[in-house]
């Protein structure tokens, strides 16, 4: 449905898009996801029109549209603040698209009345958007989004300012009505957990790049450099030294523990660093101390714990090795009820590390 072809953007020596080249199925939700400045808004406005490109081409429903305005491209957006007409009612808001395509005012607003049942919000066809919650305003925008029937949906982090409850519940119902309208929907966020819950697929940005796409469970597990890795969650990030080569890539730790590294051989040279990931989740923390061992098949080091903070679902633990800090994430009640000051042993398999050379790229 939308073809992305080498789309770059500028603005003066800034490059906002570098280059970016993207398919999106039809029907297919797909998250742009990246942090603040990566590009991502700039990229969605340049599909919507708002931002013309410097090179590249976009393609939707196999028409290029790259020097069409953007009120005659088969696409509606919903912006971050909404932008609902706050001197009409609800439904003229979301009659609105129909109303300047020259529907008539019965057809209009027979179609608003079904938009605004697929988004839950009939009772309020008569009220006032500025009455509305932030949820039931989101709930507008979407509603007046799809009622012209777009070919694709874009939608510029429209769940931002909604407290962390109601973002939420919103990215459910989000789901659900994709799912029911099958229209193809390109989401920017920030936000992790919501490019998780919302995504068929996720395009990571960073600096104007289009770094890695795939389904969130693939971006996540095999991430294809360091950003990624780090940007999709609070990685233990260790830099260590390559001792053997010959007998099976061997790195040394911090700790002092040396332990096998499941890469290519020939992407290492003795002496190299090598930067090995530890996520949070992955590592097993247990109260009975037992002596740090080198080799075998995995790695136990000594650890004091300096910190239990409860987070609601999990429990976060920040512990001391020596003069490295590590953090572990335990589901509530699996942490064994540790507290500052204990001593306890982590674990780790090396096959269950992700490794990077000092550049960030990928060692596999």
């Known amino acids: 449905m939308l ?21 999106v199925r039809d029907g297919e939700l797909c998250c742009l996801l990246g942090p603040s400045g990566s590009g991502k808004s700039t990229l969605l406005r340049a599909v ?15 028409q290029d549209v790259t020097d069409m305005p953007p009120h005659r491209r088969p696409t509606s957006m919903v912006f971050q603040d909404w ?9 003229e808001n979301v009659a ?42 989101q709930r507008v925008a979407l509603a ?51 490019a998780f819950t919302l995504g068929d697929r996720l395009g990571v940005m960073e600096a104007g790049r289009l770094v890695q796409v795939g389904t969130p469970e693939a971006v996540y597990t095999d991430p294809v450099d360091r950003f990624v890795e780090s940007f999709l969650g609070s990685p233990n990030l260790i830099t260590c030294r390559v001792v053997d080569v010959d007998e099976g890539p061997t790195v040394e730790t911090p700790f002092g523990v040396r332990v096998p590294a499941p890469v290519d051989p020939d992407r290492l040279t003795l002496g190299d660093d ?11 923390v247990t109260a009975v101390p037992a002596a740090a061992t ?4 995995g790695a136990s080091v000594l650890a004091t714990v300096v910190e239990r903070v409860y987070r609601g679902s999990d429990v976060r633990l920040r512990l001391s090795v020596d003069e490295t800090e590590l953090f572990v994430k335990r589901p ?18 090396p096959d269950e590390a992700t490794y990077f050379d000092t550049s960030g790229a990928r060692c596999r």
């Open 332 to 349: 509530i009640g699996a942490d064994g009820g540790l507290a500052a000051g204990d001593e306890v042993t982590v674990r780790w398999a």
């Open 96 to 137: 609105f698209g129909p109303k300047m395509r020259g529907v008539g005012r019965a057809d209009r607003r027979a179609a608003a009345q079904e938009a605004l049942k697929l988004v839950e919000m009939t009772d309020y066809a008569e009220a006032d958007p500025t009455d509305l919650s932030g949820g039931q305003q």
């Open 3 to 23: 073809e992305l072809d080498d789309l770059t953007v500028t603005y003066g020596d800034l490059t906002a898009v570098d280059g970016v080249s993207l398919n």
């Open 144 to 194: 007046r989004s799809l009622i012209v029937e777009p070919d694709l949906l874009l939608l510029d982090e429209p769940l931002s300012s909604l407290d962390r409850g109601l973002r939420e519940t919103m990215q459910v119902e989000l789901k659900r009505i994709h799912d029911r309208v099958e229209t193809t929907m390109l989401y920017v966020t920030h936000d992790q957990n919501e």
């Open 294 to 297: 080198d080799g075998g098949t």
């Open 48 to 62: 919507a029109g708002f931002e013309p490109p410097d090179r590249g081409r976009v393609r939707i429903d196999g």
């Open 83 to 91: 932008a609902l007409f706050p001197t009409k009612s609800v439904a």
């Open 274 to 284: 090598l930067v090995v990931s530890l996520r949070p989740e992955r590592l097993s």
